[in-house]
T-cell receptor
Framework: KQEVTQIPAALSVPEGENLVLNCSFTDSAIYNLQWFRQDPGKGLTSLLL?????REQTSGRLNASLDKSSGRSTLYIAASQPGDSATYLCAVMIQGAQKLVFGQGTRLTINP | GAVVSQHPSRVICKSGTSVKIECRSLDFQATTMFWYRQFPKQSLMLMATSNEGSKATYEQGVEKDKFLINHASLTLSTLTVTSAHPEDSSFYIC??????????????FGPGTRLTVL
């Protein structure tokens, strides 16, 4: 059974810092891995999607890497801003079943 | 870009009533849609996979007679919570998969529906 773990569960840093969020998964048979952002009481905003054949994806200040063999992904946020405060969710799409399995999320707070 | 809408965004109902939530893919066709439930401060849990023109596939532990799913067209899936009880209060989120184009296999999420059962 695929399990997705995110560390840390919560993170609070001052504005301007670079930071890394971690995601690990137990089964490397995945189609892709996706990072989402969720603001309180809101739906999900897709940030980056990495196909299983890719190693990383970049969008603006965000960079996500994928090491499928070790079952790990990281989301790097450069020059953090208060507007980056949200919960970040990592999810993997299981091969065959085409289902997304989510981690518990990292609640990020950027202090001005 | 691919947009998924949900209606209503928020609903409050009395215990014992039924509530219908709609999920629509606005600018693409989705043969498969997914329904998730999220309790406060928890992650999303897949409830069921909705396939156009056929029966939904439910995850283990999800009562199919309580959570009725209908996917009658390529752009609309509905989730009906029957005989709702306070423990059904949750945030329900749908997603749709675009099987055509560059976003193959990517799921696009709706904004969610907050259900409160009194």
């Amino acid at each position: 059974k695929q399990e997705v773990t995110q560390i840390p569960a919560a993170l609070s840093v001052p504005e301007g810092e670079n930071l890394v969020l971690n995601c690990s998964f137990t089964d490397s048979a995945i189609y892709n891995l996706q990072w989402f952002r969720q603001d309180p009481g809101k739906g999900l905003t897709s940030l980056l999607l990495i196909q299983s054949s890719q190693r990383e994806q970049t969008s603006g200040r965000l960079n996500a890497s994928l090491d499928k063999s070790s079952g790990r992904s990281t989301l790097y946020i450069a020059a953090s801003q208060p507007g980056d405060s949200a919960t970040y969710l990592c999810a993997v799409m299981i091969q065959g079943a085409q289902k997304l399995v989510f981690g518990q999320g990292t609640r990020l707070t950027i202090n001005p | 870009g691919a947009v998924v809408s949900q209606h209503p965004s928020r609903v409050i109902c009395k215990s014992g009533t039924s509530v219908k939530i709609e999920c629509r893919s606005l600018d693409f066709q989705a043969t498969t849609m997914f329904w998730y439930r999220q309790f406060p401060k928890q992650s999303l849990m897949l409830m069921a996979t909705s396939n156009e023109g056929s029966k939904a596939t439910y995850e283990q532990g999800v009562e199919k007679d309580k959570f009725l799913i209908n996917h009658a067209s390529l752009t609309l899936s509905t989730l009906t919570v029957t005989s709702a009880h306070p423990e059904d209060s949750s945030f329900y989120i749908c997603s749709a998969r675009d099987l055509v184009g560059a976003s193959y296999n990517e799921q696009f999420f709706g904004p969610g529906t907050r259900l409160t059962v009194l």
